[in-house]
Structure formats: C-alpha cells, structure tokens
T-cell receptor, first 112, second 114 residues
C-alpha cells in the first residue's frame, strides 16, 4: 500500500466551485506539505504543517486554505476555483527539516 | 534566500551515453540538496540527497551527484543512460519559510534515444 495517498487523482471543475483535495499518510510523519506543479515552473509550496496545531502559509497561498484534521490527514481547499489554479497538486511528508520528503501520486486539477 | 537553477530544460542522450544534468544552488547556510525524478503520470521519487556528509553522493538506479561548494553546484550524472531513465528531474534545496520546505528548480526533461 502507498504511504502517501491523495484523492481524487483527477478532477475537473468549473470556475467558482469549492474544491477539496485530500492527503493521507501512514508514515507517521509530523510534517506535511502541499505543493503545486506547473509546466516549466517546477514545484512551489502552498502550505505546510509541522503538526495538527501548527499550519503555515507557503510561497503561493492566496486562494487556498488547508485543514490538518489529524497527524495523518492534511486537506487543501480552493474556496472559489479559478482557471489559473489548473495544475498538478502534490502532498508530501517528512520527519524533520533535513529529512527526505515523500510525495503522494498527485492530483491533476482542471478548472474550466 | 535559497534558490536552485537547473541549466537546460531538456537534455537528449543516446542509450549508453553519459548523462549529465546540471544544478547550481544559492544558499546562505550549508545546504541540504536533493535530486528527485518524476516519471510520466507519477509522483516524485527521491534519487539522492546531500546532507553534509560525503561530497560524492550515490543514489538509486546508478545515479550519483557531487557537491562542489566552490562552484555552488550539485550536478547529477550517470555513466550509461538507459531508456528507462527518460523522465523529468528536479534539483531542490531546503529553504523557504522556516527553512523547511523544498525549493525546486524548474526541472530538466531527459530523453533517451536508442
């Protein structure tokens, strides 16, 4: 079984809709991250969390919100989706600063 | 602030040829550096990482990278390319907010021809 899972894997939605992307992990890691990948831009950090009560904005948090429901679950929401939020979204986990970050399989989101 | 520059968005090699993917970093503190690979329609997988131990780091699938502080480089190499190496490769450094997130380069797509 995969250690970091993301649901859904693919989603097509319309402008203005609220969307939630979910991430679950069985690695027992405290730190969780949400990244966005755009062609030619690499990955950029949206939000990160050190534990359930510690959530922080990343480089491109505008238009997004997150919820850390438990150590193992970290959800990303788009309150009102817009077309330039069309991208590949990745969740990642790690134990500490210098540790490897382990990535989920990604969610491909298309906003029409 | 930390940053990463990958030279060449696309590299093409023949099967059996040397693979060299270039990465230069900027960091005000001793860096933690990573190479990740992304196969089509998949997530990112760690190839190798540098955390201030040996300057020559060996990774999976025959890849290695050498940390050169004087050149601020962390280039990825493989002596002999295989068709299965075709993928996108990302260099990354730990940095950003609270010094905990990965700062990625823009990626290099490796094509391997027979």
């Amino acid at each position: 079984d995969a250690d970091v899972t993301q649901t859904p894997r693919n989603r097509i939605t319309k402008t203005g809709k609220r969307i939630m992307l979910e991430c679950s992990q069985t690695k027992g890691h405290d730190r969780m991250y949400w990244y966005r990948q755009d062609p030619g831009l690499g990955l950029r950090l949206i939000y990160y969390s050190f534990d359930v009560k510690d959530i922080n904005k990343g480089e491109i948090s505008d238009g997004y919100s997150v919820s850390r429901q438990a150590q193992a679950k970290f959800s990303l929401s788009l309150e009102s989706a817009i077309p330039n939020q069309t991208a590949l979204y990745f969740c990642a986990t790690s134990t500490d600063r210098a540790d490897t970050q382990y990535f989920g399989p990604g969610t491909r989101l298309t906003v029409l | 602030a930390q940053s990463v520059t990958q030279l060449g968005s696309h590299v093409s090699v023949s099967e059996g040829a040397l693979v060299l993917l270039r990465c230069n970093y900027s960091s005000s503190v001793p860096p933690y550096l990573f190479w990740y690979v992304q196969y089509p329609n998949q997530g990112l997988q760690l190839l190798l990482k540098y955390t201030s131990a040996a300057t020559l780091v060996k990774g999976i699938n025959g890849f290695e990278a050498e940390f050169k502080k004087s050149e601020t480089s962390f280039h990825l190499t493989k002596p002999s390319a295989h068709m299965s190496d075709a993928a996108e490769y990302f260099c990354a450094v730990i940095g950003g907010q609270a010094g905990t997130a990965l700062i990625f380069g823009k990626g290099t797509t490796l094509s391997v021809s027979s």
